[in-house]
């Protein structure tokens, strides 16, 4: 019983890590969205701030994304009222990848968009 209660723990734990307090921010909360001025051109700072809501928080597995495959970038930063950082990079307008306060990597999928 203890070793499958451990096992139960442990399973979930990736998924508190990963954001159990991490929620996507609201337009209110947002302060301003730079984008990179080079690399691929997917979203504006306009278009993210309308789009961020139609994302969920997700897994790695659902981006599609492949190791060794030649990629064109889109990076940039979103800030929010309270002076925290969020990073985000992209290569489709089916995910983002953010990198949140503590460094933590958290992906964000869109369901509507097929990979």
Known sequence: MKKVLF???????P?????ADFTIP???EIFTIAVRPHGAKIFSSKTLLKDLRKYRIGSYEETG????ED?????????????S????ATD???FLRLHAKD???IYLIRDDISK
């Open 26 to 28: 609201h337009e209110n």
């Open 7 to 13: 096992l139960l723990i442990l399973l979930q734990l």
């Open 103 to 105: 460094k933590q990597e």
């Open 15 to 19: 998924f508190s890590v990963l954001g």
């Open 71 to 83: 990629r064109l970038w889109q990076s940039g930063v979103i800030v929010l009222k309270d002076k």
């Open 92 to 94: 489709r307008k089916r």
């Open 85 to 88: 950082v969020i990073f985000w």
């Open 65 to 68: 994304l492949r190791l060794a």
